[in-house]
């Protein structure tokens, strides 16, 4: 009886755990130029104020451009089968040297009732995790990148900045991702408002 009890326990504490299970993701959008360099934890403490998936938009002259260019995008990834996989390459990263951090992506990752943190730098291939630098895999980066939407907020001719993506395939994917969202708007309709996004990006970064 005693092992049944302790045989059940275990069951249920680990379908808890597995249901917790989730990867939270915060990054800028596109390709974006800070005149200070950004801490890890500065994105670490925006994604704990939103942990429910919430936007800030860039505002001009009063107007919040709604579902166009959001300042900071958090989401999340619960498919089991992902979470696994990306959980399974994050044992084939390697020392890095240490860098400058200048954050541009905040990952923490829920699992099993642990938690771990990938912060991304400007520079695709710079991560840190759990405060040290490291390589990470190839599809480590497609995965967090891809199932985010992180593509997506990137021209055409900015994807040769990844070095994952000199896969044909994963290419193919990522492009996709950009071309489901010019489907949605074209920053091309918009160039003035551009312009006047960047200087107010500058100003707040």
Same mark, same amino acid.
């Given at each position: 009886m005693r092992y049944l009890f302790t045989t059940v326990l275990i069951f249920i504490l680990t379908g808890c755990n597995s249901k917790n299970d989730r990867i939270l993701i915060t /990054?800028?959008?596109?390709? !974006?130029l800070t005149n200070v360099a950004r801490r890890c934890e500065k994105l670490a403490a925006i994604q704990e104020l939103h942990p429910k998936n919430e936007y800030s938009y860039v505002?001009?002259?009063g107007l919040i451009l709604e579902y166009l260019i959001p300042q900071i995008i958090d989401t999340f990834i619960v498919d089991k089968i992902v979470i696994d996989r990306i959980v399974e390459l994050l044992d084939k990263k390697t020392q890095a040297p240490d860098y400058s951090e200048d954050a541009r992506m /905040? !990952?923490?990752i829920k699992k099993n009732g642990k938690q771990d943190y990938l912060c991304f730098d400007y520079f695709p291939d710079q991560v840190k995790y759990n405060g040290q630098s490291y390589s990470m895999d190839k599809e480590l980066l497609f995965l967090l990148r891809y199932y985010s939407g992180y593509y997506s907020w990137f021209d055409e001719s900015d994807l040769n900045w990844f070095d994952e993506l000199r896969d044909p395939e994963l290419y193919r994917k990522a492009l996709e991702q950009i071309k489901l969202r010019e489907e949605k708007f074209s920053l091309s309709d918009y160039p003035e408002l551009i312009k006047r996004i960047d200087n107010i990006l500058c100003l707040i970064y």
């Open positions: /990054y800028d959008p596109g390709l !974006v505002m001009s002259d /905040y !990952v923490t």
